[in-house]
């Protein structure tokens, strides 16, 4: 995996901007700690960072196509089907120099031109310069699992994988708008697509494609979910989607370098790590490595509706089955203080506090071991595992039904500032527009039709923010993580399965339990979903309240240009937790995001307009 960002402009030569080409591409050097590479013309400029998985060698990028190119590449991906089109573009006549799954991207848009990405499996973002028509491709996979942002300028545009590489350009000031404030304190759990947070900042939406000539911008999709009748039995749909499972995750353990899987012991992870050790045997190789995260005391956690069970217990029994390489993770409170401003450093903007921080910490010791992880990430959304597929007042609610009941940050806002940013009135005009996207199916019943528009929320503004935390997150130390339920195959298929059929007789997740339950231990395969673990932390809510304190006592505290100091301090007064951007009950979650919030204000310096 990798990272890119470039400059686009009609106007001035780049081939004199070197320096702030280098400097934008430096700032992704945790992205790719292993090479890095300029390539500069006149009105355009790529910088790339490498992480080495693929042709270790050979890989090497910016990638051309011949001395004098008709195309330039800039790529963070990996594609899955590589060696399969590989093979199409060879009988058409395509000569590879490399074996990296780049080129192969590359002589795809030589062949198919824009129409490339159709044919892709994988997780990718990049940017593609026709130096015949001087015009600029940025693209992203199907769901959205690697990042690409842009920003329109004056005279051309900035891109990058992260923020970060944008700010480093004059040409891009750190900025917040009433849009901006919204987004961060009435939709963190539910980002609008396509919105970079910061103001004029944008990011190349799931399924498409941005093409920037001189005369004009054009956004096209490329992928979308398409709603038609689901005719398969049980039985046969069943074994369709273990079918297509085992495949995603048999061609995601292609790998130059070590890989590992991350086990939580849940029926998620548990299935992928056992289909990865499975692949693995039938190739031949040795036993698959797995990591998992726990903290000290949280044998004494009491389970609440989020965290219903202990995951060590069920970690231990699918390592033992599967037969892995286990190694468990122990994050203590301290690690987590220290590793707060890494995290805010890796997502460019205030995230999830403690929970940010402990998967930081994991990854940094995954990344000891590793370069390559599987994750079981984003089953939920496709199999309807959270708690709020099975909540009628939810479902029934009219707005995005993880915010049912709930209390978001906004209510923290100043009077006069509420009263620009409408944060209700914004969160209702979001699920407006996200419901008017739904594919609808012609003739399905009304209780069908809304479960469909809740998958479509789930796959487009639920999962999103978490592919972001992970690929961020991850990236900050190195560290590759793939997921194969966002195989698109597997995506497609499920969008049209009844719901009768994925939770069959109310069982939630019962067809992905089903599918594969000859391979886990029983107790791991109808495990109840539990969350990402919280830390159970005492020193970690001590310190966060005291800079809390600390903040009310700070006249020149920038938080307090958005968030009312009267009401944080009623609250910590009160003993009452502050409203939280996360929808997984967490005490601490409130404070976490005010304190990030002053954090990345100051560190970045972010103007209010």
Request: charge should be negative; hydrophobic fraction near 40%; aromatic fraction near 8%.
């Amino acid at each position: 995996m990798c990272g890119v960002t470039g400059w686009l402009d009609w106007e001035v030569d780049l081939r004199e901007r070197a320096r702030v080409v280098a400097e934008m591409t430096a700032t992704l050097a945790c992205r790719g700690p292993d090479a890095d590479g300029v390539w500069l013309s006149r009105h355009a400029a790529i910088g790339h960072r490498r992480l080495s998985v693929i042709d270790l060698d050979g890989g090497a990028q910016p990638l051309a196509d011949a001395e004098h190119p008709a195309a330039v590449l800039g790529y963070n991906g990996e594609l899955y089907n590589a060696p399969d089109l590989r093979r199409e573009l060879e009988a058409l006549g395509h000569a590879f120099r490399t074996r990296s799954d780049t080129e192969v991207v590359l002589r795809a848009h030589l062949q198919w031109g824009a129409d490339a990405p159709r044919r892709f499996n994988g997780i990718f973002a990049y940017a593609l310069w026709d130096t015949r028509r001087e015009e600029l491709l940025l693209v992203r996979d199907h769901l959205g699992i690697k990042p690409l942002y842009w920003h329109a300028h004056r005279t051309g545009v900035l891109f990058g994988s992260e923020p970060k590489s944008l700010l480093a350009n004059p040409l891009f000031p750190a900025e917040l708008d009433a849009e901006g404030v919204a987004e961060l304190f009435a939709l963190p759990a539910a980002p609008t697509a396509g919105h970079g947070l910061f103001r004029g900042l944008r990011e190349v939406r799931p399924g498409h494609l941005v093409t920037v000539s001189r005369t004009a911008t054009r956004e096209v999709r490329y992928w979308q979910l398409e709603s038609r009748p689901h005719t398969d039995d049980a039985a046969t749909t069943r074994d369709t989607v273990r079918a297509l499972l085992a495949d995603a995750v048999e061609r995601q353990l292609l790998s130059d370098v070590p890989l590992c899987t991350l086990l939580s012991g849940g029926v998620d992870s548990s299935a992928i790590t056992a289909l990865a050790a499975a692949a693995r045997e039938r190739a031949g190789q040795g036993k698959i490595t797995s990591f998992s995260v726990d903290f000290p005391g949280s044998a004494d956690r009491t389970p609440d509706a989020w965290r219903t069970t202990r995951d060590a217990p069920y970690v231990a029994a699918a390592a033992d089955h599967i037969g892995t390489l286990h190694t468990s993770v122990l994050v203590p409170d301290d690690d987590l203080l220290d590793a707060r401003d890494a995290v805010l450093r890796a997502r460019d903007r205030p995230g999830w506090g403690e929970m940010d921080a402990s998967l930081h910490l994991l990854f940094r010791e995954v990344r000891r071991r590793s370069t390559v992880a599987l994750s079981g990430e984003a089953a939920d959304e496709i199999f309807g595992g959270y708690p709020y597929f099975h909540d009628g007042p939810a479902l029934a609610s009219g707005t995005f039904p993880w915010l049912h009941g709930r209390t978001t940050p906004a209510a923290l806002l100043r009077p006069e500032v509420r009263a620009d940013v409408r944060p209700d009135e914004y969160t209702a005009e979001a699920y407006r527009r996200s419901t008017a996207e739904v594919p609808r199916l012609a003739g399905e019943p009304a209780e069908d039709a809304r479960v469909r528009e809740v998958f479509h929320l789930a796959l487009t503004r639920w999962l999103p923010p978490l592919l972001d935390r992970v690929d961020r997150v991850s990236m900050s130390v190195g560290l590759e993580v793939r997921v194969p339920f966002c195989d698109h195959r597997l995506v497609e298929y499920l969008w049209n399965v009844p719901w009768a059929l994925k939770a069959p007789g109310g069982r939630s997740k019962g067809l992905l339990r089903d599918a594969v339950r000859d391979l886990l231990p029983p107790q791991v395969t109808d495990r109840p979903k539990s969350g990402y673990p919280s830390t159970p932390a005492v020193r970690y809510t001590e310190v966060l309240t005291a800079r809390a304190h600390d903040l009310l006592a700070d006249p020149n505290a920038p938080v307090f240009d958005l968030v009312d100091r009267a009401g944080v301090r009623r609250h910590l007064t009160e003993g009452r937790p502050l409203p939280s951007p996360r929808t997984a009950p967490n005490p601490v979650g409130g404070l976490d995001h005010l304190v990030q919030v002053d954090e990345w204000l100051r560190a970045y310096r972010v103007g209010l307009r």
